[in-house]
Every structure is written in structure tokens, then in C-alpha cells.
């Protein structure tokens, strides 16, 4: 899996449409927002690091869960936009979640287990889980 990581808001406008999850760098505005789910259609969750998080409106908030969009906080750490634009799991950590899930471990468990050893917002961990496949996009 892997997530498209937005550095400045002059990138939305050049986003795939079919982009799902988006990590903003910078701290996002209103008006970031509502450009980047209408740039995104298909967008399912927006992450941004905690700080950021904390700044974000009630107003974005019930806009996005009107839109469906879930908004996380999280960071991609190590990750140079210089080199990709985009954050691509680890292999390692996919196949850990598919074979927790073959286990039959519940999902929250794993979620708890993985953010807790990754640094990953348990929410992203259910992402992942729930995905219909634990492929790499």
C-alpha cells in the first residue's frame, strides 16, 4: 500500500484523481481541504501529523465524515519526497498484518500490536486490514 505525500498546496491541483490516501506535510487550510477531496474524489483518508491535526476545524471535521474521508493523524518517517512521491509500507509490515488476519487474531488486536510496533495510527492499521487485498497498490 502506499500513500501519496503532499508537500505544499500548490501539488493538489497535479494530484491523480484516483489518489485514496494522501498525507499533507504541510499545515492545510480550509480551503486545502475542500481543493484536494474535490481534486480526489476516490479519496478515503487524509493523514496529517499531530500538530497539524489538532488545528483542523469541527467544520473540515463533519465535512470529511460527510464525504466519507477519514482524517488521521500520522507521520511517514524517513521518507524523502525528493527521491518519491509516494510512502510504500514496508513488504515486511504487510505480510506481519495478513498473517496476524490468518491467525484469526481479532482486528483491533492487531491494529494495537502493529501501531504500537510501526508508529501507526491504529485507524491506518484497520485501513490497511479492511482493504480487500494486503497488496501493495
Same mark, same amino acid.
Given at each position: 500500500m502506499k500513500i501519496r505525500v503532499v508537500s505544499s498546496r500548490n501539488e493538489i491541483l497535479s494530484l491523480n484523481p484516483n489518489e485514496? #490516501? #494522501?498525507h499533507l506535510s504541510f499545515r492545510p487550510s480550509n480551503k486545502? @481541504?475542500?481543493?484536494?477531496v474535490?481534486?480526489?474524489?476516490?479519496l %478515503? @483518508? @487524509?493523514q496529517v501529523p499531530k500538530s497539524y491535526k489538532k488545528t483542523v476545524s469541527r467544520a473540515i471535521e463533519m465535512f470529511l465524515e460527510m464525504q466519507k474521508v477519514q482524517l488521521l493523524e500520522g507521520d511517514v518517517w524517513g521518507h524523502r519526497k525528493d527521491i518519491n %512521491? $509516494? $510512502?510504500v509500507f514496508p513488504q515486511s509490515l504487510m505480510m506481519k498484518i495478513?498473517?496476524?488476519?490468518?491467525?484469526g487474531i481479532p482486528g483491533e488486536n492487531i491494529a494495537e500490536k502493529v501501531s504500537r510496533e510501526h508508529q501507526l495510527n491504529p485507524k491506518m492499521v484497520? $485501513? @490497511?486490514l479492511n482493504r480487500k487485498q494486503l497488496e501493495p497498490d
Open positions: 485514496k #490516501v #494522501v486545502d @481541504i475542500f481543493l484536494l474535490e481534486t480526489c474524489p476516490k %478515503e @483518508i @487524509i %512521491e $509516494y $510512502y495478513r498473517s496476524l488476519k490468518a491467525e484497520t $485501513y @490497511i
